[in-house]
């Protein structure tokens, strides 16, 4: 009888730590995942959206105008490169620039990326060119600080790694090995 009571005492209290570490477990995967969906949500989600949207507009100009880059922009390109700054890629690189100035709490790394900061010197270069535009001064038609190019992949690969990590939590390790094992792609 006594023995019977000991091992009664000995599962339960199994039970409790096994209970226990689960709760905990599943609370730090939940938080994780709280975390992921802000960074995708608030901060890389818009920069990737806004970032694809500036690309193909951007490649639809260059093509309207037969050209493969921008430089130079020539006088008679002028008119319709001030209506797509104004229009297109300045909001476009308003929303990136109040994203990364207003929810720089949510980057992945601990410093801030270099990219990152070069962006937005680049949209405030932009700023004063559009200034002098709208004063009659069309003396120059870029920014002084040019367009950083590891931009673009730092916000899609950070973007992608993201929504990888979201579906790693959102998913349970038998789900995973599920997928594996019956899903493989050919």
């Keep these: 009888m006594q023995n019977a009571a000991v091992l009664t005492i000995v599962l339960a209290f ?8 689960s709760t905990r477990m599943l609370a730090r995967r ?7 969906n802000m960074r995708l949500n608030e901060f890389y989600g818009p920069l990737y959206v806004a970032s694809q949207a500036g ?8 093509k309207k105008q037969g050209k ?15 209506l797509w700054m104004r229009t ?17 709490h949510l980057i992945v790394e601990e410093q801030m990326p270099q990219c990152l900061l070069d962006f937005v010197t680049h949209v405030v270069g932009y700023k004063a060119v559009l200034c002098k535009w709208a004063e009659g001064d069309y003396s120059e038609r ?6 950083p190019p590891e ?3 730092y916000v899609r690969q950070s973007y992608q790694a993201l929504k990888r990590e979201q579906t790693r ?8 090995l599920w997928s594996r094992l019956f899903h493989r792609k050919p």
């Design 14 to 21: 199994a039970g409790y730590l096994v209970t226990f570490m």
């Design 30 to 36: 939940q938080d994780k995942l709280r975390l992921v």
């Design 55 to 62: 690309n193909i507009a951007y490649r639809s100009l260059l």
């Design 68 to 82: 493969t880059q921008s430089e130079p922009i020539r006088d008679e390109d002028m008119r319709e490169w001030m």
């Design 88 to 104: 297109i890629f300045m909001p476009l690189n308003d929303v990136r620039e109040k994203v990364i100035i207003e929810k720089a």
């Design 142 to 147: 870029r920014s002084t600080i040019g367009w």
């Design 151 to 153: 931009f673009d992949v």
């Design 169 to 176: 939590l959102l998913h349970n390790a038998l789900w995973r």
